[in-house]
């Protein structure tokens, strides 16, 4: 293995220069260089996408693929075309025909040798930044800033990246300065800013630079094939699972120091009572008394990884408090890790009172929120009757629900990008009797149908389920099967589109590795589809009362991948229609434009997604001071007046009213009064999810008082479902 690698390597001296791939660089940065196991994992990923009995669209490594290959991995590295210029890509050149070949044979070489002018260029670039912070600026002209280039060609020569880091670094400056920095201010954190981002490319390593290879190859497969080196792959099943085993504390690295940004409740950071928000991490021990490493200057990954262990092992963690200096006194706490539950993504709960009306009754509806469909899938194989559940959660939520006796129920999945298609298929089952839910179409053709096999639900009256473009994947199987069951309405905007399955695969359980050394893939197994036939994929899920689009089709969701698969349907499968909302659609949708008119956030949210989309669509921003000043000040006058009419007409406030823009990256703010002001933004007025539950009460009120439209909506066959009373 060695030897090929070698071999790869002196074959590419001859189209680059040594001093390419060997020079440290100003950052000090050490040359990196693929591995033998890098060799075994890219064999290992490209065997099992090759192969049709595990992928569901297999690619030949052919000259096309090798070409989708190189284009997908300058655009990991250069997306937005700020570093490479047009004769660096031409310098690539002869590399465009081996990258499929390179993932074959185990020989990611190419990759290392691009990424070694990456990181000069990067170098380069940062030097040339931090050059010009030193001269003053003339934000008088009309120059404008084009800080979207995905589409644009790359750069001629350096005087054209010149001039694209010039305006990048005026727009930075306007920035701090209408936030009131002064120029020593601004250079002071633009210089530490440029720096820092040297420094991050610099840190990065041979594991970094071979799954951003790897990962290029996996989306020329298709969009959602991915790799998980090791680390990230317990970084996905932690996520999957809501929880992790450790201390209890998010961190941020501001600087060279890691911080803490929040104490988990519940963790043992937050029991044992020493550590708080805003506290400096300087050195990890190991056991009660190992060593205490230093880690100033690490990546934050680093550091966690050391935080991390085994539950009941215990890590010493030396810090500075958040309230002395930087130079203030060290101390050590010791800490029994533990396993912590993640309940910031966990389903949530509230209700909203929907007023009287015209002769309608005051209604209380009560609202779920899933931000994913998780699930602990190892604690449920340790144990069955006992683990982290999306569908387990929001069944104890209808509980209470019914206990409140509230009189429907909205399930909010808007930003639901996915998750478990077992959770999908079972929570379906809180809501219909035994049926299927979903159809899956393997790459041979073969069908099955997931079903729910439960008897009884948990929840039989009146419900809506809220969707938007980031509801995906398993959220529009569940919203899919609702409106084809004729159990829900469908709430706000058309769905992302994605209609296709994915399955980790431990790529270690194949060379018999003791640990994880090799990572897992996520890969594309089959295709979903509805109930009625029909796939989501590119479609979505197309609601019954839309909301006005925050996003358009072409710029967000499945139909934006140049490689997605194309729609299609296969036949449809028996199952019960509870109701037909048809009927009621056009009462509902008179309902809901006459409120909507007459309620002040539902204009203010429309008003500022038509202001976005018009602002996202010049792709540009004015680099003329009295321009931008006049926009920022047209910005806060709006935020003041519309928070003076929510205190004139007894609204909820918004408790962001009188935040403005301070030109500065979540990195350079204060670490704690930041995560203040991300729990604060949780409560900001919600209008289109208090609409979606005024919509719900109205389709309540419509059916109880009108029986011959609730024997249209509601057959005879739906008496088990509540929907009127």
Excluded: C
């Amino acid at each position: 293995m060695k030897s090929r690698i070698t071999a790869a390597l002196l074959a590419l001296l001859l189209v680059v220069p040594v001093a390419l791939l060997a020079r440290s660089g100003a950052t000090g940065a050490v040359a990196l260089a693929p591995t033998p196991e890098q060799a075994t994992t890219s064999r290992l990923v490209y065997g099992l996408l090759s192969d049709s009995r595990y992928a569901y669209r297999p690619r030949p490594a052919d000259a096309t693929m090798s070409e989708d290959i190189f284009r997908r991995y300058l655009e990991a590295l250069d997306g937005n075309k700020q570093f490479f210029t047009a004769a660096d890509v031409e310098r690539f050149a002869p590399y465009r025909a081996r990258m499929a070949d390179a993932v074959r044979e185990g020989d990611p070489s190419p990759a290392f040798a691009i990424f070694a002018v990456y990181r000069e260029r990067v170098e380069q670039r940062v030097a040339y930044a931090r050059g010009l912070l030193a001269q003053e600026f003339d934000f008088t002209g009309n120059e404008r800033w084009e800080y979207d280039r995905k589409d644009a060609p790359w750069a001629p020569d350096e005087a054209a990246l010149d001039d694209l880091w010039r305006k990048s670094v005026m727009n930075d400056w306007l920035r701090l300065k209408l936030a009131g920095k002064a120029p020593e201010e601004i250079r002071k954190t633009l210089d530490k800013r440029y720096a820092q981002l040297g420094k991050s490319v610099a840190e990065l390593k041979s594991e970094d630079v071979f799954s951003l290879f790897l990962n290029a190859y996996t989306a020329s497969i298709d969009p959602h094939t991915d790799y998980l080196n090791p680390r990230s792959a317990e970084n996905f099943n932690q996520a999957m699972s809501l929880s992790l085993e450790g201390i209890g504390a998010q961190l941020q690295r501001q600087d060279d120091v890691v911080v803490i940004r929040e104490i988990i409740p519940g963790g043992p950071a937050a029991l044992d009572g020493t550590l708080k928000a805003g506290d400096r991490i300087v050195g990890v021990g190991q056991g009660a008394s190992g060593p205490i490493e230093d880690v100033i200057g690490w990546r934050i990954d680093d550091v966690v990884a050391k935080i991390r262990g085994p539950k009941g092992t215990k890590v010493r963690l030396e810090y500075i408090p958040a309230e002395a200096g930087v130079d203030g006194e060290h101390r050590v706490v010791t800490l029994t890790r533990a396993r912590v539950q993640l309940s910031e993504q966990a389903a949530k709960s509230k209700t909203y009172t929907i007023p009287a009306q015209d002769g309608r009754p005051a209604r209380v509806i009560g609202v779920i929120e899933l931000p994913t469909f998780y699930q602990d899938f190892e604690g449920r194989r340790r144990n069955g009757n006992d683990y982290t559940s999306a569908t387990r959660d929001v069944a104890r939520l209808l509980g209470e629900f019914k206990q409140k006796g509230v009189d429907g129920v909205v399930l909010d999945l808007r930003n639901n990008g996915g998750g478990s298609l077992d959770e999908a298929v079972q929570l379906t089952g809180l809501f219909v009797d035994t049926g299927p839910v979903v159809q899956v179409r393997e790459s041979g053709g073969r069908v099955t149908v997931n079903s729910d096999r439960n008897p009884g639900v948990a929840w039989d009256g009146p419900l809506a389920v809220l969707v938007n473009r980031a509801s995906a994947s398993a959220s529009e199987i569940f919203a899919g099967a609702m409106q084809d069951y004729g159990r829900a309405l469908i709430i706000g905007e058309t769905t992302f589109g994605k209609g296709t399955v994915q399955n980790l695969v431990d790529l270690d359980r194949w060379p018999a590795a003791e640990g994880p050394r090799f990572g897992q893939v996520k890969l594309t197994i089959a295709q979903f589809f509805r109930i009625s036939g029909s796939s989501t994929q590119h479609k979505g899920v197309v609601p019954d009362i839309a909301y006005p689009l925050s996003v358009d089709a072409n710029e967000f969701g499945e139909s934006t991948y140049d490689n997605a698969l194309p729609w299609t349907r296969i036949a449809e499968v028996p199952h019960q229609r509870y109701g037909n909302f048809a009927p009621l659609l056009p009462r509902l949708q008179e309902l809901h434009a006459r409120r909507i008119a007459e309620d002040l956030e539902f204009q203010w949210w429309s008003e500022d997604v038509a202001h976005y989309r018009a602002e996202a669509a010049k792709k540009y921003l004015s680099l003329n001071e009295a321009e931008r000043r006049a926009e920022r000040e047209r910005q806060e006058r709006q935020r003041k007046e519309r928070q003076a009419i929510r205190k004139e007409k007894g609204l909820d406030l918004d408790p962001l009213a009188d935040e403005t823009d301070d030109g500065l990256t979540a990195a350079e703010r204060d670490v704690v009064k930041d995560a203040q002001r991300e729990k604060a933004a949780e409560k900001r007025p919600d209008p289109l999810q208090r609409e979606a539950a005024a919509i719900l009460a109205d389709a309540i009120n419509l059916l109880e008082q009108d029986q011959p439209l609730s024997a249209q909506v509601l057959p005879l066959t739906a008496s088990a479902m509540r929907w009127a009373k």
